[in-house]
Nanobody, 116 residues
């Protein structure tokens, strides 16, 4: 069983920054691929960024160059640094953990609103 708890969402003006955090309650955290997804109202959930156990990362095309995913294996945390935010980044952001051994888990989500 893996529990994921996101934090750090909120309201920010266009061009601003936010950092999301996800705390994972699992002993083998460092071996698990972690990701952030987002879902805007009326749209499908989409992949934002992925970070694997070796630290390699992938980003969705819409966030490349603006968002950075990172992880702290000592603290069982994964972060999403979001810079140069745009109104179209407004969505609920979800932390995801994926392991061949444990399966796939989701956090409850944190809301990000980009508006002036």
């Amino acid at each position: 069983q893996v529990q994921l708890v996101e934090s750090g969402g909120g309201l920010v003006q266009p061009g601003g920054s936010l950092r999301l955090s996800c705390a994972a309650s699992v002993r083998i955290f460092r071996f698990i691929t972690m990701a952030w997804y987002r879902q805007a109202p009326g749209k499908q959930r989409e992949l934002v960024a992925t970070i694997r156990s070796d630290g390699s990362t992938n980003y969705g095309d819409s966030v490349k160059g603006r968002f950075t995913i990172s992880r702290d294996n000592a603290k069982n945390l994964v972060y999403l640094q979001m810079d140069s935010l745009k109104p179209e980044d407004t969505a609920d952001y979800y932390c995801n953990a994926n392991s061949p051994l444990l399966g796939t888990y989701w956090g409850q989500g944190t809301q990000v609103t980009v508006s002036s």
